[in-house]
């Protein structure tokens, strides 16, 4: 099967007198391989022309010499490429973020082959993230605090394991791509899949990791469980790395798991009784994270417009969640942020 | 039957003896320690111990020690800055206010953070283990103090007892021998003299009665002048009417045991020779008196 743009002489390029039905196409295409996170609106605007540029840059450099950290891919997707010349066709040579023959072809072959799985989509996204929901809220765990990993869900993808379309037709799983090459801003370094953002290096996934991980949202938030428990365990006191701000706040204090004992009924559970009664602050401009902290880490750094009222201070938790929570994000001034909208997530009521 | 109630009588009225003076040297000696602020003193100095960073040694944390001994809510007990009371509440406060360093952190926090700024030492390691098993409930950490300081103050209660029991015994042979109280004098006139016996089981009996009332007084001065003048009245022989010239050879040594007796005596308190009374009058009277109905 071909792909509708694939023709003899054709080319789809930003700003150009495009057949906004092929760009939907290619659009669909792209999302379906992983390369753009939404926007199916037929038009070719920037995020269209980076997610070709991503396409591209892959297409001519991740060989099997790129492997990344997180295991081999089944294929490769500079194999598709290179595979042009074997059966006789133009291969795609430097990243132009045009659609032309060359690329138009390496797409059809990557929809065509079974080693690159797509990324899934659903017929009623809407009722698929309600259930999503409940699953995670039924969920009674020992490895982490449910509440705060609710909290971690909607702060990845706002609860959506599903793209709900809005003047779109896009039902695929949500993908959050990452751009950490500053040398190379459209490359994608990583993806996050899922109502938990399950993040993956290496592209395309394993079927089975499709299969499991990524579109089963039990099974995607059972591996933020288990991240967020290995951030608490090794990123907080120890012994891999300690929080900043939990030293600064807490220097004497070892690991707490909760105020309460394990067997109480409320032990991991009842998080949002203690983000209630936890004194509120706010987290505005100037204002360093935590009081000894330095200059530079201020909710302000990135943001000129940060300021949070009403969010919880980590430090009256009697638990170490709130420390471990800003860990799963990283280390750095945005991490305060992610803190502090996942501590203040925690306050609002669950959906009936 | 005659020779066990006179036994019983020439008791009761040694007993009333040692009652009466005893509660006279309880007055002297809590006229000593309040004149001395003994217990002020003593106050200060555990605290000093507690808030110590060397071993209990008693070498303060100067500023810690400082910050809680000189906060109003400690000091401020006693208008010449030595209390000899202070409520754990006041000091779990001002212990807690000498932590805090008035950051933006919770205060559980700021605790936290100037306890492992401390020198290492007995007031660091305690403070820090008590923080660490409130792990970070604040009101949890005031308990813990207060527990902590009570303990403490149960300990120099030990010691002050022992102090007095000390000071009674001195208290105690001083006034026998100043006043001539000679233990075994007394029951040899009282053995001999039915009529005496007679009135001091008589003054015995209604002491023993105006109890409820009296034993309640909270003034221990008081009560030791009241004892005074009891004492003053008795018709026990004591003093130093007679003539010194007796005191010679084997009386001054029958005289030098008499007045030690008295002083230990005197040494087990008031409350002691109190309970001793009440036992003994009620021998007396063959059984427990029966409650009186109205």
New interface residues.
């Given amino acids: 099967m071909s792909v509708a743009y694939m023709q003899e002489g054709l080319t789809l390029a930003p700003n150009w007198n495009n057949d906004p039905d092929l760009v939907l196409a290619l659009q669909r295409d792209l999302r379906a391989l992983g390369y753009l996170a939404g926007g199916l609106d037929g038009r070719y605007g920037p995020g269209t022309t980076r997610a070709v540029q991503a396409l591209q840059y892959d297409l001519l450099h991740a060989d099997a010499s790129a492997r990344a950290t997180d295991g081999p891919e089944t294929v490769t997707i500079a194999s598709f490429n290179s595979i042009a010349t074997v059966v006789g066709m133009s291969r795609v040579t430097q990243v132009t973020g045009i659609v032309d023959h060359a690329t138009a072809a390496c797409i059809s072959r990557l929809l065509n082959d079974a080693r690159v799985p797509k990324i899934p989509d659903a017929a009623d996204p809407k009722d698929q993230n309600e259930r999503a929901l409940a699953a995670i809220g039924r969920q009674i765990s020992e490895i982490a605090p449910t509440p705060f990993v609710r909290a971690i869900v909607m702060q990845e993808s706002g609860g959506q394991h599903y793209h709900v379309p809005s003047g779109d037709d896009d039902k695929f799983l949500t993908v959050g791509l990452d751009h950490g090459d500053p040398m190379i801003p459209w490359r994608i370094t990583s993806r996050g899949y899922g109502i938990g953002q399950h993040t993956l290096f290496h592209h395309p996934p394993h079927p089975h990791e499709v299969e499991t991980l990524i579109a089963d949202p039990v099974r995607n938030v059972q591996h933020t469980f288990g991240i967020l428990r290995d951030k608490f365990d090794h990123f907080v006191v120890g012994p891999t790395s300690r929080a900043d701000d939990r030293t600064a706040e807490h220097p004497l204090l070892p690991l707490r798991t909760c105020r309460y004992a394990p067997g109480d009924a409320r032990y991991l559970r009842d998080c949002r009784r203690c983000a209630e009664s936890a004194r509120k602050i706010r987290l505005s401009a100037g204002v360093p994270v935590y009081p000894s902290a330095t200059l530079q880490l201020r909710p302000d750094a990135n943001y000129k417009s940060a300021d949070y009222a009403g969010v919880p201070d980590r430090a009256d938790f009697q638990c170490d969640w709130p420390y471990a929570v800003r860990r799963y994000n990283g280390a750095g001034n945005d991490s305060y942020h992610y803190q502090a909208r996942v501590l203040l997530d925690l306050l609002r009521p669950l959906a009936p | 039957m005659t020779t066990l109630s006179t036994i019983l009588d020439v008791a009761i009225g040694l007993v009333l003896t040692y009652l009466l003076l005893a509660l006279v040297a309880s007055g002297v000696q809590e006229l000593i320690a309040g004149a001395l602020h003994l217990r002020g003193r003593q106050l200060r100095d555990a605290l000093a111990r507690l808030l110590s960073h060397q071993g209990g040694k008693g070498v303060p944390d100067p500023a810690l020690f400082e910050k809680v001994f000189g906060h109003p809510l400690v000091r401020g007990l006693d208008p010449r800055g030595l209390p000899s009371y202070v409520p754990a509440r006041n000091i779990s406060l001002a212990l807690i206010d000498a932590l805090s360093d008035g950051?933006?952190?919770?205060v559980?926090?700021q605790c936290?953070?100037t306890?492992?700024k401390l020198p290492d030492g007995q007031a660091k390691a305690t403070l820090?283990t008590l923080?660490?098993a409130a792990?970070?409930?604040l009101g949890q950490f005031k308990v813990s103090l207060e527990t902590w300081y009570d303990d403490a103050m149960d300990r120099l209660g030990g010691i002050y007892k022992r102090f007095s029991h000390y000071c009674l015994l001195t208290l105690g042979i001083a006034l026998a021998v100043g006043l001539n109280v000679d233990s075994i004098r007394i029951a040899e006139t009282l053995w001999l003299d039915p009529a005496l016996r007679a009135q001091l089981v008589a003054q015995a009996q209604a002491l023993d009665e105006s109890a409820g009332n009296t034993q309640n007084s909270a003034n221990p001065v008081g009560k030791a002048q009241d004892a005074e003048s009891a004492l003053a009245a008795l018709p026990v022989p004591m003093g130093w009417h007679g003539t010194p010239g007796q005191f010679v050879g084997a009386r001054l040594a029958w005289a030098l045991l008499g007045w030690v007796i008295t002083g230990f005596a005197i040494s087990l308190g008031a409350p002691f020779w109190f309970d001793a009374l009440d036992g003994l009058l009620k021998l007396r009277n063959s059984g427990a008196k029966p409650a009186r109905s109205t």
């Fill in positions: 950051s933006q952190a919770t559980f926090s936290e953070q306890v492992a820090a923080l660490k792990s970070g409930d």
